[in-house]
C-alpha cells in the first residue's frame, strides 16, 4: 500500500511529540526515582548533616527546571502546540475587568482602579480571560481600591494587579489560568507592598478569530 503524503505528515508528527515526550518523560522519571531513594525518616538531629552546598545546589537545579518547564508550556500554548484551538475573540480589556469584578466573590466595597491604555484590547479566548480576572480579583487581598495597571509590551500585554499579600498557593492557581491562554504570571515586591503580574500574548499564533456578526 502507498503512503500518501498525509500519511507521511502524520508519522513524522508522531514522531516528533514521541520524541519530546520520552526526552522530558525520561529525565523526570529519574528524578522521582532519585527522591524516592532518599531515606528522609532517617534524618535526625543526631544524623550527619546533608552537604550544604549540594543542598543549594540541588534546589537551584529543581528552581531552574520548574522554569524551563513554565515556558516550555507558555510556549507552546502560545504556539498551538499543546492544547486544543478554540475560537478567539477580541475583548477590550477594561470591559472584562468589569464584568469580573461583578462575578468575583470578593469585598463589593473595593473599588477597581485601571490605568494605563484606555482601550487596550486582546485576542484570546473570553470565557478563559475572565475566569483568569475573577480570580486574581478574589486573591488580591489588600485594603482600600484595588490599582491595575495595564501596558503594551512587544506583541503581550501586561497586567499588573496592586496586592497587600498573595500566597503561592494562589499565585500557581493563577499561573495555571494564565498558562490556559498562552501566558503566565509572577509575584513583583517593591519595598513592602506586592503585585500579581500576569503577561499574555495579544493574539495566540494561528488561533482561528471568531467574527461577531
Not at 16 to 35: K, M, N, Y
Not at 128 to 151: C, M, P, Q, T, Y
Amino acid at each position: 500500500m502507498a503512503i500518501t503524503e498525509v500519511d507521511r505528515d502524520s508519522n513524522v508528527a508522531r514522531q516528533l511529540r514521541d520524541s519530546v515526550a520520552h526526552g522530558l518523560q525520561e529525565p523526570l522519571a529519574e528524578v522521582v526515582r532519585t527522591l524516592q531513594h532518599l531515606a528522609v525518616a532517617q534524618v535526625s538531629p543526631d544524623a550527619p548533616q546533608l552537604d550544604p552546598q549540594l543542598l543549594v545546589r540541588a534546589r537551584s537545579l529543581a528552581h531552574g527546571l520548574s522554569q524551563v518547564i513554565e515556558e516550555l508550556i507558555s510556549s507552546g500554548t502560545q504556539h498551538g502546540v499543546l492544547d486544543g484551538r478554540e475560537p478567539q475573540e477580541t475583548v477590550i480589556v477594561r470591559d472584562a475587568i468589569e464584568s469580573a469584578a461583578a462575578a468575583a466573590k470578593w469585598n463589593p466595597e473595593r473599588c477597581v482602579v485601571v490605568r494605563g491604555t484606555p482601550h487596550i484590547a486582546i485576542t484570546t479566548n473570553a470565557a478563559k480571560f475572565e475566569a483568569l480576572l475573577v480570580r486574581i480579583l478574589e486573591v488580591s487581598i489588600g485594603d482600600g481600591d484595588l490599582r491595575i495597571l495595564l501596558e503594551r509590551s512587544r506583541g503581550e500585554l501586561l497586567m499588573q494587579f496592586e496586592a497587600s499579600e498573595i500566597s503561592s498557593a494562589d499565585l500557581d492557581a493563577v499561573r495555571v489560568l494564565a498558562r490556559a491562554i498562552g501566558g503566565t504570571s509572577d509575584r513583583a515586591v517593591t519595598g513592602s507592598s506586592q503585585r500579581i503580574v500576569v503577561w499574555l500574548p495579544q493574539q495566540r499564533v494561528n488561533d482561528p478569530i471568531e467574527r461577531k456578526p
